[in-house]
C-alpha cells in the first residue's frame, strides 16, 4: 500500500509540474492543485470504468494507414456511409491497411469537417458511434482532435457569446495591447473577426476561418474538456489522436504564435496522460511547417509518438517532374532517426493541398517558382498565407497527386503518368516511418472540377466523394487507370509489409547513385535483411552498376518487386522509366 501511495503521488506531481509550466505565466491565482486533482479524477474513473487492457505497439513494418473522409464511398440515397466503407474495407483493404485515419466525421459548419460543433457526437449522415467500434476490430481508428478552433456554430461559441458554460472563456479574444505583428499566418484573411458578445464587442482570433474560432487554452477548463474528448474517444474505439493544427494553439503578445513552450507543454501533458491509462494510444502532431519546427514535436520522446513527414509531397514531386534526386537525397541524407517509439508518418496526398512551407530552405525561389509553374500547368491551384508588410506567399497547392505528377517538361504528353505515379508510391514505401495513403489515391483519382465548379474552394479538387458502384465498374475494367493503380499499389504494399528493413525504424542510409537514381539502403534491426530501393526517377531507361550498392558476394540477392530479375552474378541492370527495384538478400 505504501509503495502505491507513492506511485500514485508521483503521478500527481509529474502532471502538476505540467500543469504548473504551462499556466504559471497566465495567473499566478490558477489553482494548478484542483486541476491536477480533476485529470487525476478522470484517469481515475475511466481505470475503474473502461476495461480495455494494454494494446502491443503497432509500430512495425505491417503498420500501414489508410486517409479517408467517412463518407469517400457514398451509395446514392443511402446514409450510414460508414456502412458501406466497413463493407469495401473488408473485401478489399484489410489485407494491406491496419490503420484508419477517418477525417472528423463529427457535426460540422464547413471546411470539410474541421469546424467541429461538438466532438461527442457522430454527424447522422455518416453513422454512430457503434459503426467505429466494430471497425475498431479489424483495425487501429485514428481520429482528428481538431484542438485549435472550433465553430462558430456550436453550442460552446453560443455559450461564449451568452457568458455561459460550457463555453465562458473557452475563446481566444484580444485587446489593442497585443501585438500580432509577429504572427506567421497559413492563411490570407483578416487574423481578427469582430463578434457580438452578450454586453459588449470583441476581437477573436481565427486563424483559419472566420468560422473557425480559435479555443482559449489560457483556461485550464478547455484543457480538461480535450482530455474528457480524448477518453471519450478511446472509449468509443479510436486508439490514435490526430491532434489537428495544434502548432497554433497557444498566443501570446509580440510572438510568431506558433511553436511556443506552452504547446509542447501541453502535448507533454496529454501523452503523460494517455499513459496513465489501462490501454495503450497514440498521438499524432499535424504541424505543417518547416523541418525543424516540425521536428520538435518529438520531444525528448516525451511528445508525439508519430509526426507527419511534411517536406515529403513537395519533395517527391519536385523529383518526379523536373527529373532530379539531387534535392530529395541531400534532405533524406540529412533526416534524423527517429528514436524507437516515435516515427515519421510518411505521405504524398492528403485531404488539404501539397504544403509548401515545409520546402523552405530546401527548394531555392528558382525551384520553388519552376515546381509552382509546371501545377499550374497541370491544372492545379493555389492557396495563399499572409505575411506581415510583404503581402501575400503560396503556402499549399490544390492539386490531386495523380494530375499532379501527369505531365512534365519531358513527358509533355503524359505518356508515364501512371509509372510516375507507382514510382512516387514506391519510394514513400521505402523510407524510414509509416506510410499514410490518402483514399483517392489508391486509384490514381484526377481532379474533381465538377465539385470544384459549385463550391469555388481549391481544396475541393482533392475531395472527391466516389459512388460505391462507379468505382466498382472501374475496378472490374482491368485495363483501366483505376484498377491499374489500385492493383499495382496493392502489390506494393503486399511485399512491404513482410519485410522486417521496412520496419519504422530499421536503418537509413541514402545512397550516391548519381541524379537519375534515387537510392536507399535499408536495414531490419536485427541486421539480417537488407534491402536496396532504387527507383529511376526519368523518362528515359537507365543503366545502372550493380557494384555501387556493395552487395555481399557469398548471398543471393534478387528483386522483390519482380522476382525474375537476375540481380546475382550481373555487372550492371537497366532500369525502366520510372522502375524501382527493391533488391533484397531475404
Same mark, same amino acid.
Given at each position: 500500500?505504501?509503495?502505491?501511495?507513492? $506511485?500514485?503521488?508521483?503521478?500527481?506531481?509529474?502532471?502538476?509540474?505540467?500543469?504548473?509550466?504551462?499556466?504559471?505565466? $497566465?495567473?499566478?491565482?490558477?489553482?494548478?492543485?484542483?486541476?491536477?486533482?480533476?485529470?487525476?479524477?478522470?484517469?481515475?474513473? +475511466?481505470?475503474?470504468?473502461?476495461?480495455?487492457?494494454?494494446?502491443?505497439? *503497432?509500430?512495425?513494418?505491417? @503498420?500501414?494507414?489508410?486517409?479517408?473522409?467517412?463518407?469517400?464511398?457514398?451509395?446514392?440515397?443511402?446514409?450510414?456511409?460508414?456502412? *458501406?466503407?466497413?463493407?469495401?474495407?473488408?473485401?478489399?483493404?484489410?489485407?494491406? +491497411?491496419?490503420?484508419?485515419?477517418?477525417?472528423? +466525421?463529427?457535426?460540422?459548419?464547413?471546411?470539410?469537417?474541421?469546424?467541429?460543433?461538438?466532438?461527442?457526437?457522430?454527424?447522422?449522415r455518416f453513422g454512430n458511434w457503434d459503426h467505429i467500434k466494430r471497425l475498431s476490430k479489424d483495425a487501429n481508428i485514428m481520429a482528428d482532435i481538431v484542438i485549435n478552433h472550433a465553430s462558430s456554430k456550436g453550442v460552446w461559441f453560443r455559450n461564449f457569446l451568452k457568458n455561459k458554460d460550457p463555453g465562458k472563456d473557452y475563446f481566444f479574444s484580444v485587446d489593442r495591447k497585443f501585438n500580432t505583428k509577429k504572427v506567421i499566418r497559413p492563411r490570407e484573411h483578416p487574423l481578427l473577426q469582430k463578434f457580438k458578445m452578450y454586453d459588449s464587442q470583441k476581437k477573436l482570433w481565427c486563424t483559419f476561418s472566420p468560422d473557425q474560432v480559435d479555443l482559449n487554452f489560457k483556461n485550464p477548463d478547455v484543457l480538461i474538456d480535450f482530455v474528457k474528448i480524448m477518453m471519450n474517444f478511446i472509449s468509443k474505439g479510436i486508439s490514435i489522436f490526430r491532434l489537428d493544427a495544434v502548432g497554433y494553439l497557444w498566443k501570446e503578445t509580440n510572438t510568431e504564435c506558433v511553436n511556443l513552450p506552452q504547446t509542447h507543454q501541453i502535448i507533454k501533458l496529454f501523452r503523460l496522460i494517455l499513459e496513465r491509462l489501462? @490501454?495503450?494510444? %497514440?498521438? $499524432?502532431?499535424?504541424?505543417?511547417?518547416?523541418?525543424?519546427?516540425?521536428?520538435?514535436? +518529438?520531444?525528448?520522446?516525451?511528445?508525439?509518438? %508519430?509526426?507527419?513527414?511534411?517536406?515529403?509531397?513537395?519533395? $517527391?514531386?519536385?523529383?518526379?517532374?523536373?527529373?532530379?534526386?539531387?534535392?530529395?537525397?541531400? %534532405?533524406?541524407?540529412?533526416?534524423?532517426?527517429?528514436?524507437?517509439?516515435?516515427?515519421?508518418?510518411?505521405?504524398?496526398?492528403?485531404?488539404?493541398?501539397?504544403?509548401?512551407?515545409p520546402i523552405e530552405g530546401i527548394l531555392n525561389e528558382l525551384q520553388s517558382n519552376k515546381m509552382f509553374s509546371r501545377i499550374k500547368k497541370n491544372k492545379g491551384k493555389f492557396s495563399y498565407r499572409k505575411i506581415q508588410g510583404k503581402g501575400k506567399k503560396i503556402y499549399e497547392a490544390n492539386i490531386t497527386l495523380f494530375d499532379l505528377l501527369s505531365r512534365t517538361d519531358y513527358d509533355k504528353k503524359g505518356t508515364y503518368k501512371i509509372k510516375r505515379f507507382l514510382a512516387a508510391h514506391a519510394i514513400m514505401f521505402s523510407l524510414e516511418g509509416i506510410p499514410g495513403i490518402y483514399f483517392n489515391s489508391l486509384f490514381g483519382t484526377s481532379n474533381d472540377i465538377s465539385k470544384f465548379k459549385i463550391s469555388k474552394k481549391n481544396r475541393d479538387?482533392?475531395?472527391?466523394?466516389?459512388?460505391?458502384?462507379?468505382?466498382q465498374k472501374k475496378l472490374g475494367k482491368k485495363n483501366s487507370k483505376e484498377s491499374i493503380v489500385f492493383s499495382e499499389i496493392m502489390k506494393l504494399l503486399k511485399i512491404r509489409k513482410n519485410q522486417e528493413a521496412f520496419h519504422p525504424n530499421a536503418t537509413q542510409y541514402t545512397l550516391d547513385l548519381g541524379k537519375k537514381i534515387y537510392g536507399l539502403w535499408r536495414q531490419s534491426k536485427d541486421k539480417r535483411q537488407s534491402i536496396f530501393s532504387v527507383t529511376n526517377i526519368t523518362s528515359e531507361s537507365v543503366e545502372f552498376n550493380l557494384n555501387r550498392l556493395n552487395l555481399i558476394k557469398n548471398e543471393t540477392w534478387r528483386d522483390l518487386i519482380n522476382p525474375k530479375t537476375k540481380i546475382n552474378g550481373k555487372n550492371s541492370i537497366r532500369l525502366k522509366p520510372f522502375e524501382t527495384l527493391w533488391i533484397s538478400n531475404n
Amino acid at each position: 500500500m505504501k509503495n502505491s501511495s507513492k $506511485v500514485s503521488q508521483l503521478i500527481k506531481d509529474d502532471i502538476q509540474s505540467k500543469i504548473i509550466q504551462i499556466y504559471k505565466s $497566465v495567473d499566478p491565482e490558477i489553482n494548478t492543485f484542483y486541476y491536477t486533482r480533476k485529470i487525476n479524477d478522470l484517469i481515475k474513473d +475511466f481505470n475503474q470504468n473502461i476495461k480495455l487492457g494494454k494494446k502491443e505497439d *503497432i509500430c512495425s513494418e505491417k @503498420t500501414i494507414l489508410l486517409i479517408s473522409y467517412a463518407d469517400n464511398l457514398k451509395i446514392k440515397g443511402e446514409k450510414n456511409t460508414l456502412n *458501406i466503407f466497413n463493407s469495401f474495407f473488408k473485401k478489399k483493404l484489410k489485407q494491406s +491497411f491496419n490503420c484508419i485515419h477517418f477525417l472528423p +466525421f463529427f457535426p460540422s459548419s464547413s471546411d470539410s469537417g474541421f469546424a467541429v460543433k461538438d466532438h461527442s457526437v457522430i454527424d447522422k449522415r455518416f453513422g454512430n458511434w457503434d459503426h467505429i467500434k466494430r471497425l475498431s476490430k479489424d483495425a487501429n481508428i485514428m481520429a482528428d482532435i481538431v484542438i485549435n478552433h472550433a465553430s462558430s456554430k456550436g453550442v460552446w461559441f453560443r455559450n461564449f457569446l451568452k457568458n455561459k458554460d460550457p463555453g465562458k472563456d473557452y475563446f481566444f479574444s484580444v485587446d489593442r495591447k497585443f501585438n500580432t505583428k509577429k504572427v506567421i499566418r497559413p492563411r490570407e484573411h483578416p487574423l481578427l473577426q469582430k463578434f457580438k458578445m452578450y454586453d459588449s464587442q470583441k476581437k477573436l482570433w481565427c486563424t483559419f476561418s472566420p468560422d473557425q474560432v480559435d479555443l482559449n487554452f489560457k483556461n485550464p477548463d478547455v484543457l480538461i474538456d480535450f482530455v474528457k474528448i480524448m477518453m471519450n474517444f478511446i472509449s468509443k474505439g479510436i486508439s490514435i489522436f490526430r491532434l489537428d493544427a495544434v502548432g497554433y494553439l497557444w498566443k501570446e503578445t509580440n510572438t510568431e504564435c506558433v511553436n511556443l513552450p506552452q504547446t509542447h507543454q501541453i502535448i507533454k501533458l496529454f501523452r503523460l496522460i494517455l499513459e496513465r491509462l489501462n @490501454t495503450r494510444s %497514440w498521438i $499524432v502532431t499535424e504541424t505543417n511547417l518547416p523541418g525543424k519546427q516540425n521536428l520538435s514535436y +518529438f520531444g525528448n520522446n516525451d511528445e508525439a509518438h %508519430w509526426i507527419y513527414n511534411f517536406s515529403l509531397p513537395p519533395l $517527391v514531386a519536385y523529383t518526379l517532374l523536373f527529373e532530379d534526386s539531387s534535392q530529395i537525397s541531400n %534532405w533524406s541524407k540529412s533526416m534524423p532517426p527517429a528514436r524507437n517509439g516515435n516515427t515519421y508518418l510518411n505521405f504524398l496526398a492528403s485531404h488539404d493541398g501539397i504544403g509548401m512551407r515545409p520546402i523552405e530552405g530546401i527548394l531555392n525561389e528558382l525551384q520553388s517558382n519552376k515546381m509552382f509553374s509546371r501545377i499550374k500547368k497541370n491544372k492545379g491551384k493555389f492557396s495563399y498565407r499572409k505575411i506581415q508588410g510583404k503581402g501575400k506567399k503560396i503556402y499549399e497547392a490544390n492539386i490531386t497527386l495523380f494530375d499532379l505528377l501527369s505531365r512534365t517538361d519531358y513527358d509533355k504528353k503524359g505518356t508515364y503518368k501512371i509509372k510516375r505515379f507507382l514510382a512516387a508510391h514506391a519510394i514513400m514505401f521505402s523510407l524510414e516511418g509509416i506510410p499514410g495513403i490518402y483514399f483517392n489515391s489508391l486509384f490514381g483519382t484526377s481532379n474533381d472540377i465538377s465539385k470544384f465548379k459549385i463550391s469555388k474552394k481549391n481544396r475541393d479538387l482533392n475531395r472527391h466523394k466516389w459512388d460505391l458502384f462507379n468505382l466498382q465498374k472501374k475496378l472490374g475494367k482491368k485495363n483501366s487507370k483505376e484498377s491499374i493503380v489500385f492493383s499495382e499499389i496493392m502489390k506494393l504494399l503486399k511485399i512491404r509489409k513482410n519485410q522486417e528493413a521496412f520496419h519504422p525504424n530499421a536503418t537509413q542510409y541514402t545512397l550516391d547513385l548519381g541524379k537519375k537514381i534515387y537510392g536507399l539502403w535499408r536495414q531490419s534491426k536485427d541486421k539480417r535483411q537488407s534491402i536496396f530501393s532504387v527507383t529511376n526517377i526519368t523518362s528515359e531507361s537507365v543503366e545502372f552498376n550493380l557494384n555501387r550498392l556493395n552487395l555481399i558476394k557469398n548471398e543471393t540477392w534478387r528483386d522483390l518487386i519482380n522476382p525474375k530479375t537476375k540481380i546475382n552474378g550481373k555487372n550492371s541492370i537497366r532500369l525502366k522509366p520510372f522502375e524501382t527495384l527493391w533488391i533484397s538478400n531475404n
